[in-house]
């Protein structure tokens, strides 16, 4: 057989190999998702498995170094399976020419001495210097080739256990099949009134009722909006104009596609994109700074924070969009106002939590209102609202969707939009309708007794007649038309008249420093509300821990051992992508919460978001950084010497920091969290995992690669910080297995043989006195530190600083 027929084969091998370990762990993680309840445990276990199948892969720790009691672990991890497969598969058959550094003694001198005076670290190699494959795997692994396919074999028959047991988790997971509960705070039925006392808070009550709402006149005029389609300008509003008296409630009605929610984001400020052109004038003057902040939009889908309560959620909007110079007692009693006005005290106690546990659909449009109202709007915009809502509880502004006729005899005025965003009709509807149906009748659409008024003429617009009626060109050239400019040109002159007004500049009603703690007081609320999202967090640093230190107990200071210092400080990277994983969607629903509602009402800086974000993790984050370090350090038989186990504590410390803030970083670039997901095994695992020396020593690294993504990956400086520490002084005692045996020339001793390279090289011979040589490859932790490029016991604590320096650069960025 031809070595390319041979290389043929291996190539098949490896890739239906690959294929089925691919399916195997894929069904894993499916049958945990099955069988777990809740994100967060599912999660942890992920992170959890995988670190325990990393471990007893058979790389790491080879399986006649791993320590009885976690033996075991190996036959039930179908990534060793893949690993001998894979393993066997490329090495057999394969010879290599053992050379420098594994070939012992080299250098001047010794580049032309026989193969019986020299010797091969590497397993598997024979006297003439030449390593067998099949050896090497044999003695360094206990591996064989005629365990290709009987690790193929396992594989498949892990996947299809795996698939039992995702049938057996959907089959098992309960659902709630719709059912809506309330849920309260603990001890919300003792108490009503904690914020301030009873009577001050009746008489700052009595004191908010005796204020009214600031009165505005608002109006717009030849209002167009264009937006970039298929490489053109497509216009969704077309000269539309109308205005707003104080105290009024104008109807924004039309058909489906006719540019209703456009207007309103129009006019709301809440477009990001597209070209938007006329005017838009609050009290005759343009819209200020404040505009966004001063006025209240109820979107059509309800988004709230779910662990705060309803007087909760309605309190944080109160302080933070009311100005600065209210008083907090008087921000309090006017959301009680509001609580009472939209009927919500029997729960302004409840969480408001997600639709199947918390409040109904109808409660949470009723506090999406609430949060809106609490800010002393001077206008009010609602897209579609439910007919859960009355006439009583919205102003100024409602786009109606399917009006009943009750609802719609509460509004002074309609705008009447046609597909394309044109208009139809703008004024007075009158009592009952009478002034809007008149209209209509004298144009040829009378109103029969029996319909309703709004969907007479939604349909007229539409239309659905059996005369065709242009009904854009019958508005633009009614006497109606130029009623309503004439009425909207006076409201402008005569309110811009007014010497009393005084434009508010200030782009957000509080401080920087009050809308950090605002935020932060929320957030640490929300964690402390999701028991689920901190315990597994918490119960996963434990147990890898655990895990971790009785897999590498106390290790000593042979050869093999400084591998596996280096291996259990690189194990303790792997705590990071669950915790990553469980992280991020908590991150993106708090980020998702700010980008929908609250930063485009400027409600708080994103600065007092990110910040928070940022802070309120820290003191969980050293606790989970605490019982790691308590249950590994010490478990692994590292120094138990202050300076060292101080900078090793230190630096897990900045760890915890570094990745969630690499995990927030990624979630706040993810348009969701299933991208999230994707990109945390690409940047962390094949980025920054690949490139910190470990998988690939500094030393062999390709030369793109070393000179400044080695540099670059915040990985280097962690693992640089604790492998410096817990290695160099180590005083290296190679056991007899680990020593490179060969014979010393005729009439040389092993010591005068071998006095020229131990002049320039690492390690020390057993007996320099004898003529058959022993030499340990190492003196020191230190000369095994230096192959990672830590060529100073100082590089440790300039890894520790660059660290922190990381850190503290992605949390600012």
């Not at 006497?479 to 007004?501: G, P, T, V």
């Not at 957000?508 to 605002?518: C, D, P, R």
């Amino acid at each position: 057989m031809s070595a390319l027929q041979v290389d043929a084969g291996k190539f098949f091998t490896f890739w239906i190999v690959v294929i089925a370990e691919t399916l195997c762990f894929q069904q894993l993680f499916r049958s945990i998702g099955a069988m777990c309840k809740h994100f967060g445990v599912a999660s942890m276990m992920t992170g959890l498995l995988t670190t325990i199948f990393f471990v007893y892969g058979g790389y790491l720790i080879p399986y006649e170094k791993m320590h009885v009691w976690f033996r075991w672990i190996f036959y039930l991890n179908p990534g060793s399976y893949t690993f001998e497969s894979l393993m066997a598969n490329e090495f057999s058959g394969l010879k290599l020419e053992c050379v420098a550094p594994d070939y012992i003694p080299y250098g001047d001198g010794y580049s032309d001495s026989v193969s019986q005076y020299r010797g091969c670290s590497v397993l598997g190699s024979n006297a003439q210097g030449v390593i067998d494959g099949d050896s090497y795997i044999r003695e360094q692994y206990s591996y064989s080739r005629h365990h290709i396919w009987r690790g193929f074999g396992v594989l498949i028959g892990f996947w299809i256990f795996f698939l039992f047991l995702t049938a057996l988790g959907f089959e098992l997971h309960d659902s709630n099949g719709g059912s809506s509960m309330l849920l309260y705070k603990r001890g919300s039925k003792k108490t009503h009134d904690e914020e301030i006392s009873t009577e001050k808070q009746e008489e700052v009550k009595r004191n908010a009722l005796s204020q009214s709402l600031k009165q505005s006149n608002f109006t717009w005029k030849d209002l167009d909006y264009y937006v970039q389609y298929h490489g053109q300008q497509k216009q969704l509003l077309n000269k539309v104009f109308g205005f707003v008296k104080p105290g009024n409630l104008v109807a924004l009605m039309g058909s489906s596609g006719a540019g209703k929610t456009t207007l309103l984001d129009v006019l709301a400020q809440r477009k990001d994109a597209g070209e938007i052109r006329g005017s838009i004038l609050i009290d005759g003057r343009p819209q200020g700074i404040s505009f966004q902040r001063t006025t209240g939009y109820c979107e059509q889908m309800d988004v709230h924070e779910g662990t705060a309560t309803v007087k909760e959620a309605l309190l944080f909007s109160a302080v933070l969009r009311q100005p600065a110079s209210v008083p907090y007692e008087e921000k309090v009693a006017y959301v009680e106002h509001i609580i009472d006005l939209l009927e919500l005290s029997d729960i302004c106690d409840a969480l408001i939590g997600v639709p199947g546990a918390g409040l109904s659909i109808e409660q949470r449009k009723r506090v999406t209102l609430g949060v809106e109202l609490v800010a002393k709007p001077t206008l009010l915009f609602l897209d579609e609202p439910t007919s859960g809502l009355d006439g009583q509880s919205a102003y100024n502004i409602c786009t109606i969707h399917q009006p009943s006729a009750v609802l719609f005899d509460a509004f002074d005025t309609l705008l009447l939009l046609a597909k394309g965003g044109r208009m139809t009709y703008f004024g007075e509807t009158g009592k009952e309708s009478s002034k809007l149906l008149e209209y209509f009748s004298k144009n040829g659409a009378p109103c029969p007794p029996d319909a309703n008024p709004a969907e007479h003429i939604v349909e007229v617009v539409q239309g659905n007649t059996s005369q065709a009626v242009d009904w854009v060109e019958i508005w633009n050239n009614s006497e109606e038309r130029k009623q309503a400019l004439a009425e909207l040109e006076a409201l402008n002159y005569a309110s811009k008249s007014d010497a009393n007004y005084v434009e508010d500049t200030a782009d957000f009603a509080t401080s920087h420093w009050f809308q950090f703690k605002t935020v932060s007081y929320r957030l640490m609320v929300q964690i402390w509300r999701s028991p689920d999202y901190m315990w597994n967090k918490i119960i996963l640093h434990v147990f890898a821990a655990l895990f971790s230190g009785f897999t590498f107990w106390m290790m000593g200071n042979g050869t093999f051992d400084l591998q596996l210092r280096l291996f259990a400080i690189f194990n303790f990277i792997f705590v990071a992508p669950g915790c990553i994983n469980q992280m991020q969607p908590f991150f993106l629903h708090n980020r998702d919460l700010f980008e929908t509602r609250e930063k485009k009402s400027k409600i708080y800086h994103w600065v007092a978001f990110i910040s928070a974000q940022a802070i309120c993790e820290i003191p969980y984050l050293i606790i989970c950084a605490t019982l790691y370090f308590g249950c590994w350090y010490f478990t692994a038989g590292f120094p138990v010497t202050a300076a060292i186990s101080g900078h090793v504590y230190l630096q897990m410390i900045f760890y915890e920091f570094l990745y969630t803030s690499i995990g927030q970083a990624i979630a706040a670039y993810a348009p969701n969290e299933y991208f999230a997901a994707i990109m945390n095994p690409v940047l962390i695992g094949a980025g920054m995992v690949s490139f910190c020396g470990v998988v690939v020593p500094y030393s062999q690294m390709q030369p793109f690669w070393r000179y400044w993504l080695y540099y670059l990956d915040p990985f280097t400086y962690l693992v640089g910080g604790l492998l410096g520490e817990v290695l160099w002084d180590v005083k290296v005692e190679c056991k007899p297995e680990e020593f490179v045996h060969f014979q010393s020339p005729p009439g040389q001793t092993c010591g005068e043989y071998m006095a020229t390279f131990l002049s320039e090289q690492t390690g020390y011979l057993l007996d320099s006195n004898s003529t058959s040589c022993s030499f340990c490859q190492y003196n020191t932790g230190a000369d095994y530190a230096k192959t990672f490029n830590l060529n100073e016991k100082y590089y440790s604590w300039r890894d520790v600083s660059i660290h922190s320096w990381l850190l503290i650069y992605r949390d600012a960025d």
